[in-house]
């Protein structure tokens, strides 16, 4: 990329960031300090607020860049990311959304421990949504070294590896500072500019096919290579069984992990009742419905404009697709309409970033302190705040994610994703289910139910070819490969159910009616909720 792009992109970066740590000093001066104010903003967002918050905490790097790219390189298949993200959502407004906020206070371990054994139940809890939580923050970094390398013309290693050690560094300043009352209005702030900026992009796409679709999708077709077989299913998942149950796998996964990913379920937390929870919702599907239908757009319109094999030759994921697109619809290398349009967009994808880390990194810290820490703590030891550890579980997390997205540089940021919502849905939907609507349900069986959906799904990830065995693997050089399939979500979800039932059709502990039927009732009419 030239110096104009590179200086433009960078001021814009740094604009984005002033205001987001302007937002978080001037959110620290002015709160109070509970643990109600920095897990949940006080609960006093709005439904349109927190919807735009949970649109801009779900609309990822994964979203704007790795959908897009995949798109952009394997046509019909890359779709299934923007079907499955937007079909989850109508799972977590018919089932989770309202049940979650009557039920909690400020995480996933305090619906389940509603009617448990508390200290077991939220062990188990913490432990899934801090996994789940570091595979979705790797995603995040992976894409923001992808950004960084092509700004920088892809030449500095050293550059990429900075990026991803200044964004983990961010995020923890945010978090640990502004809690989520900032974390909220960053994401909206950052759902505002990536709506605005894929609105204009996807405009730009059709006028120059002069709106016609058609024209647009057989060009796509024609640039890609592959013919009308771009347009059809089966182009990255329809070699083999193999690679058809891998498209099974991923739909199964993306469609059921939303409702167990915990930053998305800590959201609910901060509004004031529960139908101010589900008009949340309701808000929020607009938003991220109208996203990812102009995401299919991109992604045709980067096959069509740029071709497949320059979209690989610059990154070999995809990530960088959009950006690529956003040069191309702006008059191309060297005009002042490309260097603009591709710097607002990368800073754009750039606060995505941002945005999104602060979200998770503040749900999986939220975890640590209020699952973990509350439940491990000996009662004559020295008591330290909820807070103080969450604020310091924030750096520990940050440290770990940066670690694993130097690690993961290389791989498709939506693919990432799809992992972590395998993994989630595997041990905290199950959980989440049984606990809302079983009544026989057991501690023992939401033990088991973590556990029994988190291992497995975490342990067939080490052993496929997503680690080892492949040119495309974390560790192309060695192969342990056992798990034939990328995504472990066909296999790990029915064990997280399987073991959720059999944990409590074995146990020995009576299940307390008495503590099911109150959870029920405050479940459904919001009577005794925070």
Request: hydrophobic content about 55%; charged content about 10%.
């Amino acid at each position: 990329m030239t110096g104009d792009h590179q200086t433009l992109a960078l001021v814009l970066f740094s604009v984005f960031i002033a205001v987001t740590l302007g937002i978080t000093t001037w959110v620290s001066r002015n709160r109070r300090g509970s643990a109600e104010e920095f897990y949940a903003g006080g609960r006093l967002f709005s439904p349109l607020e927190n919807g735009f918050a949970i649109a801009g905490d779900y609309m990822s790097a994964a979203s704007f860049l790795g959908i897009s790219g995949l798109i952009a390189l394997y046509g019909y298949d890359g779709m299934l990311y923007s079907v499955g993200f937007l079909v989850a959502w109508l799972v977590v407004l018919l089932l989770v959304a309202e049940l979650v906020r009557n039920c909690g206070r400020f995480t996933l371990a305090d619906v389940v421990a509603a009617r448990m054994a508390e200290r077991p139940v939220r062990i188990a809890a913490g432990t899934s949504s801090v996994t789940v939580s570091v595979l979705y923050l790797v995603a995040q970094m992976v894409g923001a070294g992808s950004l960084v390398a092509l700004l920088l013309g892809g030449t500095s290693e050293a550059a990429r590896s900075w990026t991803v050690i200044g964004v983990g560094a961010l995020m923890v300043i945010y978090v640990s500072l502004g809690g989520m009352r900032a974390t909220t209005w960053i994401q909206i702030v950052k759902a505002v500019l990536l709506m605005a900026g894929t609105i204009t992009l996807t405009v730009l796409v059709l006028l120059r096919f002069h709106g016609d679709v058609n024209s647009l999708l057989a060009t796509a077709a024609e640039r890609s290579g592959h013919g009308v077989d771009f347009l059809a299913p089966g182009l990255r998942y329809g070699g083999d069984w193999t690679a058809r149950l891998d498209f099974i796998s991923l739909g199964i996964a993306l469609v059921l992990g939303t409702a167990g990913l915990p930053h998305i379920l800590s959201r609910f937390y901060t509004v004031p009742t529960a139908r101010a929870a589900r008009r949340s919702v309701v808000w929020s599907i607009g938003l991220i419905g109208g996203f990812y239908l102009m995401t299919i757009v991109l992604g045709f319109g980067a096959a069509a404009l740029i071709g497949p094999d320059e979209v690989r030759a610059s990154n070999a994921s995809g990530n960088t697709a959009v950006p690529l697109l956003a040069l191309d619809l702006g008059g191309g290398a060297g005009s002042t309409g490309g260097t603009v349009l591709f710097a607002i967009v990368a800073a754009v994808a750039f606060a995505t970033i941002l945005a999104v880390v602060a979200g998770i990194t503040l749900a999986s810290s939220a975890s640590v302190a209020h699952d973990l820490y509350a439940s491990l703590r000996r009662r004559h030891a020295k008591q330290y705040s909820e807070v103080t550890v969450a604020r310091v579980a924030a750096a520990v997390i940050g440290a770990a994610a940066i670690g694993l997205g130097l690690l993961a540089r290389d791989l498709n940021v939506a693919f990432l994703v799809g992992l972590a919502f395998a993994v989630a849905a595997s041990a905290n939907l199950p959980v989440l289910l049984y606990s809302l609507f079983w009544r026989k349900f057991t501690t023992r069986g939401a033990v088991w139910s973590v556990y029994g959906g988190l291992i497995p799904a975490v342990l067939l990830v080490v052993v496929s070819p997503v680690v080892s065995g492949t040119p495309e693997a974390l560790f192309p050089g060695v192969d342990f490969r056992l798990f034939p399939l990328q995504n472990p979500g066909v296999v790990s979800i029915p064990l997280g159910f399987l073991a959720g039932w059999l944990g409590t059709v074995t146990s020995s502990e009576p299940p307390d009616e008495a503590r099911h039927a109150e959870t029920e009732v405050r479940a459904l009419t919001g009577a005794g909720a925070v």
